[in-house]
């Protein structure tokens, strides 16, 4: 929201209240509190009559995380809801000098000076500025005909770039951009969002968390083209200011306070297979696409019942369609009998055909308008009511009715829609509804996966969900929603999904080929590679079946050889999902998160890193061609195997339907699995540990985990010039090491290996202890 007209002006109806002279500072618990007016004070009793006055309070939940808040008048009453997070902790060093006072956050090198006279604010993590408050333009302010807003302007430095505010479609790096975080049914082509996160990166290596569930307004350098410059309704603004050594440091931070990934299972990483949504399908069709997958030998893990699956014009009703599906405990029983995981659809409405809908509505259960009325409306469904989840006994009724789904033998949900929540409603428990709007798609999550949890355990929960806000991250998985079949499509969602994942978002989806209409063969087979190289993948679309044999020949053996490389894959992503659900940090990473010291990847969107250490180039050209940018060092690509020495330089090249730019970091080790058929198998037996490009002097250590995300064995591999040391500790079953591009020659000795092998790709030594290479010679 802007509130100026240009720079010296405001804008007509505006009228600031803004930060100029400080009346008082005071230290207590672990806070430090200031009293500031709208200009400098030369006598006494300009402190006591006739002005205005802002409370500025700041404080520390945790090292490295400073929360101000800011009010002007302190009266309202908070009827919520509220993002979880943290209390504030007293263990805040708080120095007063004759000029300044200096907050420092406990063990962590984040503190704030707040200068004694004049308004002065300014953050720094040891001697590095990272940003000031301008006390010339942030305060409060009343605009006529729409009442009061807090805002706040901090300062941008010369280069300094800003990115995330949830899954954003729009341009990557959001300076000079107006973003409004509020949750929206509005497709991946435009500035509206599913998932709206008040929560940004700068390239200085902080982030800025508003502590608000409604909407927030941001203008990042485009009201005041140095200031990134948020907003909110109302009296108060209360947010975080998160710094660390890295922007992978500030997310570790970020998701220490609102909330990490719980693990998914692992089968969930496989391939998930949709009805799609407004086909026409019944168990004879169903049927028919495991079998087709089957016969072309398509390893398939996932398959999925899209609305249909309930009678049209009353979802939800939880009950399957009995004309379309007979025998829906069968039909399950035998699509388990084939290895296969079960999910189907859901949404937090009830259509007013559906029978839960006069249940619902006399228990109360229903959201409601301020007159008591059940709120309403036929969009979507016809007569439909939301289920009020601020009510505990609605929230209940609602898991109970999926706990029977559960127990016929479904496995999961595709949680789907919550964005489109009325503004003219009340809650139960009278949250107000501006917030409501944006959290109700927690609530609804929430509700689904911790049934999921007490049904199956810890570790077998997941959820397909399309909507979020702060801490949704915790109940994976998302995808990024309706996109269409297109390449500008594919790169937005790609674009949406890499700004998600700087929100803590471990887990991501999208759907192969897009939602809306049908893809060609040549963007169904590029779409492929690119779904399977993402943490989740699922084949899904609107009005035609998404099976890949209705494209064309070529395309099954496309998703075939996509899918096994993923399942080989398995090892490295589970080490990667672990470490989300721990850390915080994605599988999709951006490159700026990889590399934050290289400007050559402060843009780039149309690649990224697969953990840490895989690049990924998604091709978006029917004639196969590719740019992509490659930071400093020697790279190999994993599926030819010739590596490329890059001193930060752009590669164009051409590649067939079964390859991609996908390429191992130099000094990286990725762990590959001897099982292509499934995502959930036994890591460690029959291991190989690809090693690339290792330095001279270095050493690398990755890990592998069981099923459960227990660590079963810790690989470590050493290079002291021509001498490698590798060992795999904690297992006791047989693993490989391939180091790759180098070969054995005559003088070459091997210690430990039960067989030696010159492979074409590169050295191969089988072990069941510790191994050491000397004398290596030369490249493949």
């Not at 009559?49 to 309202?76: E, K, N, Q």
């Not at 700068?202 to 409604?214: D, T």
């Not at 559906?354 to 309403?376: H, I, T």
């Not at 887990?507 to 087979?525: M, Y």
Request: some cysteine; proline content about 5%; overall charge negative.
């Amino acid at each position: 929201m802007k509130f100026r007209d240009g720079y010296w002006e405001m804008r007509k109806g505006v009228a600031p209240l803004n930060l100029v002279g400080n009346v008082e500072g005071r230290v207590a618990d672990g806070a430090l509190s200031l009293w500031t007016t709208n200009r400098r004070l030369s006598r006494p009793g300009e402190r006591v009559v006739g002005i205005p006055l802002i409370t500025t309070v700041f404080s520390s939940p945790a090292p490295d995380v400073i929360r101000v808040r800011m009010y002007h008048h302190r009266g309202a009453v908070s009827r919520g809801p509220f993002f979880r997070l943290p209390g504030d902790r007293t263990d805040t060093v708080i120095e007063e000098g004759p000029e300044a006072w200096t907050l420092r956050t406990g063990k962590g090198a984040l503190s704030v000076t707040v200068e004694k006279d004049a308004w002065g604010v300014t953050f720094r993590r040891g001697d590095r500025v990272m940003t000031s408050i301008s006390g010339r333009n942030s305060g409060h302010f009343t605009v006529e005909g729409e009442g009061s807003y807090m805002a706040q302007y901090l300062n941008l430095g010369v280069g300094e770039l800003i990115y995330g505010l949830g899954e954003r479609f729009t341009p990557w790096v959001k300076n000079g951009q107006a973003v409004e975080c509020w949750n929206e049914d509005g497709g991946t082509a435009s500035e509206q969002a599913y998932k709206n996160v008040p929560f940004y990166l700068s390239g200085r290596a902080y982030g800025v968390l508003v502590n608000n569930p409604g909407k927030v307004s941001f203008e990042i350098g485009s009201e005041v083209v140095s200031a990134a410059q948020f907003s909110v309704a109302g009296e108060k603004i209360d947010y975080y200011l998160i710094a660390g050594d890295d922007l992978k440091d500030v997310i570790r931070h970020y998701t220490a306070l609102t909330g990490r990934p719980a693990l998914p299972p692992a089968w969930s990483f496989g391939l998930w297979l949709s009805t799609s949504f407004t086909t026409d399908y019944d168990e004879k069709t169903v049927t028919h696409f495991v079998s087709g997958m089957e016969e072309r030998k398509i390893p398939l893990h996932v398959f999925h019942f899209d609305c249909f699956w309930m009678k049209g014009c009353q979802w939800v009703d939880f009950e399957w369609d009995k004309e379309q599906f007979p025998d829906p405990a069968g039909i399950l029983r035998r699509l388990h009998d084939r290895g296969l995981k079960i999910c189907v659809w859901i949404n937090p409405y009830v259509a007013q055909k559906s029978p839960l809908f006069d249940e619902a509505m006399a228990r109360g259960f229903l959201l409601k308008r301020p007159n008591g009325d059940v709120w309403q409306w036929d969009r979507w469904q016809p007569g439909m009511g939301l289920v009020d989840f601020t009510n505990p006994a609605a929230a209940a009724w609602y898991a109970e009715k999926l706990r029977g789904l559960l127990r016929m033998g479904v496995d999961c949900f595709k949680t789907d829609f919550g964005e489109r929540i009325p503004l003219d409603a009340a809650y139960y428990d009278g949250s107000e509804p501006q917030g409501m709007h944006n959290y109700y798609t927690y609530l609804y999550n929430k509700t689904v996966f911790d049934l999921l949890e007490e049904e199956r355990g810890a570790g077998e929960a997941v959820v397909f969900a399309r909507s979020a806000t702060v801490g949704s991250q915790r109940f994976p998985l998302h995808w990024g929603g309706d996109c269409a079949a297109t390449y500008e499509s594919m790169a937005e969602t790609l674009r949406g999904g890499l700004s998600l994942g700087l929100g803590g978002f471990g887990f991501w989806s999208h759907d192969i080929s897009g939602f809306e209409s049908t893809a060609t063969a040549d963007l169904f087979k590029r779409w492929c590679a690119f779904g399977l190289l993402s943490s989740h993948s699922r084949l899904h679309g609107n009005q035609s079946y998404r099976v890949p044999w209705n494209f064309d020949d070529e395309a099954s053996e496309v998703l075939r050889f996509f899918t096994e490389l993923k399942c080989t894959l398995m090892p490295y992503l589970w080490a990667k999902a672990v470490e989300s659900h721990t850390g915080g940090l994605p599988l999709l990473r951006a490159m700026i998160l990889e590399f934050p010291r290289d400007p050559g990847c402060a843009y780039l969107d149309r690649q990224y890193m697969l953990g840490d250490a895989l690049l990924v180039a998604p091709i978006f050209d029917g004639g196969g061609k590719v740019d992509y940018y490659l930071p400093a060092g020697r790279w190999t690509p994993i599926l030819s195997g010739e590596s490329i020495e890059s001193g930060g330089l752009w590669r164009k090249e051409r590649h067939g339907y079964k390859s991609l730019p996908l390429l191992a970091r130099p000094h990286s080790v990725i762990p590959l699995g001897n099982n292509k058929e499934r995502p959930d198998y036994d890591y460690a037996d029959g291991i190989t540990f690809h090693v690339f490009e290792l330095a001279d002097g270095g050493e690398v250590t990755v890990p592998v985990y069981t099923l459960k995300g227990d660590l079963e064995s810790r690989f470590t591999v050493s290079r002291r010039g021509g001498e490698y040391n590798a060992e795999n500790s904690g297992s006791t079953k047989p693993w490989k090491l391939l180091l790759r591009g180098l070969r054995a020659g005559a003088d070459t000795v091997v210690s430990g290996g039960l067989e030696v092998t010159n492979s074409p790709e590169g050295l191969l030594v089988s072990a069941a202890g510790p191994v050491k290479i000397c004398g290596l010679g030369g490249g493949v």
